[in-house]
């Protein structure tokens, strides 16, 4: 089981960007979650997905701004994230929680991980 996240990089204040995690090795149908993690901070929830994509979740910080998706054919999970800003500077990760049903944004629920992208938001 293999989670691959990719897409993220350097952006000015403002600006987008557009992440995706791959599964590999395995078909993902699972409950997906982004989470991010900044220097010298706890890593967090920034947004999840159900298997079928009918429900979303997304921490009070990033609503509005941020849209997860996901297109089950292509094993893949996108995070589109619009209006950054410096705060949201961090490496980005994608879970996958097995056996579960609800989304939560706790990293305890996920069992596999991606290796992170990072995200660096310029004033």
């Known amino acids: 089981v293999q989670l691959q996240a990719s897409g993220g990089g350097l952006v000015q204040d403002g600006g987008s960007l557009r992440l995706s995690c791959i599964a590999s090795?395995?078909?993902?149908?699972?409950?997906i979650t982004w989470f991010r993690q900044a220097p010298g901070k706890e890593r967090e929830g920034v947004s999840g997905?159900?298997?079928?994509?009918?429900?979303?979740m997304y921490a009070d910080s990033v609503k509005g701004r941020f849209t997860i998706s996901r297109d089950n054919d292509k094993n893949t999970v996108y995070l589109e994230m619009n209006s950054l800003k410096p705060d949201d500077t961090a490496v980005y990760y994608c879970a996958a929680a097995k056996g579960r049903v609800g989304i939560s944004l706790l990293p305890r629920y996920y069992d596999y991980w991606g290796q992170g992208t990072q995200v660096t938001v310029s004033s």
């Open positions: 090795g395995f078909t993902l149908d699972y409950v």
């Open positions: 997905i159900s298997r079928s994509g009918s429900r979303k």
